[in-house]
């Protein structure tokens, strides 16, 4: 997903740092993808990573920062916002004693209760109190959603509220047109999704330079 926490996944373009050159300010643009494992790149099961940040920095020609942490949802996100540092503690599955559901977190959030929109609204607040551009992302189907049609039914309505812009931001990427999952052909899965349904692949992850610009003209404009 191109910059974002999964359960929605936001992400944000840091405001231009200022630079002193030869008796000038500078201005540098520079861009930050924070959220979970999918902004982390997790892929083969967690055994391996490739943020979805290094192909934006490429395509955009901007400094791109990130950070994921596997597992984390927008309130942890929330509460954490004024610690110094944070752990991630989801390992790699095999490394795990128990059966590590990829869902889980995202399941845990939603049949919770968790205010993701109102968690939405403060992650986006905090970054745009600095001067920050922010843009959110919709999120994209979960495998999960045919065991738990309230997952389904969440996703849609969290959809809804980005998309009417009940979030304060810049820009909207509706990401979930362009990544597939129940109607997508056993090829389309293949070639986008982890067998989890939850995480892309490397080929999910890394999109030919032509689609990505049709696909989303406005984040170049954006930049």
Not at 163 to 168: E, H, T, V
Request: with cysteine.
């Amino acid at each position: 997903m191109f910059l974002a926490v999964p359960v929605s996944h936001p992400y944000v373009p840091c405001y231009p740092r200022e630079t002193r050159k030869v008796g000038r300010i500078e201005q540098r643009k520079r861009i930050l993808c924070f959220g979970d494992s999918l902004t982390a790149g997790y892929y083969a099961q967690g055994n391996r990573f490739h943020p979805y940040a290094n192909l934006l920095k490429k395509l955009l020609g901007v400094e791109v920062d990130y950070i994921g942490l596997s597992g984390w949802t927008t309130r942890q996100m929330c509460d954490s916002k004024d610690s110094d540092s944070c752990v991630d503690v989801v390992r790699r599955q095999e490394l795990v004693s128990s059966k590590f559901d990829a869902h889980q977190y995202f399941d845990r959030q939603i049949l919770e209760g968790t205010p993701i929109l109102s968690n939405l609204r403060t992650l986006h607040a905090i970054a745009r109190q600095f001067g920050c551009k922010t843009v959110a992302l919709t999120i994209p189907e979960l495998a999960a959603e045919r065991r738990q049609p309230q997952i389904h039914e969440t996703r849609l309505r969290v959809n809804e509220a980005i998309l009417q812009r009940k979030i304060d931001c810049d820009l909207v990427v509706d990401i979930d047109k362009v990544l597939p999952l129940a109607k997508a052909t056993q090829v389309q899965r293949m070639s986008i999704w982890e067998p989890d349904g939850l995480h892309c692949n490397l080929r999910g992850m890394i999109p030919s330079r032509e689609p990505f610009r049709v696909r989303s003209p406005k984040s170049f404009d954006f930049m």
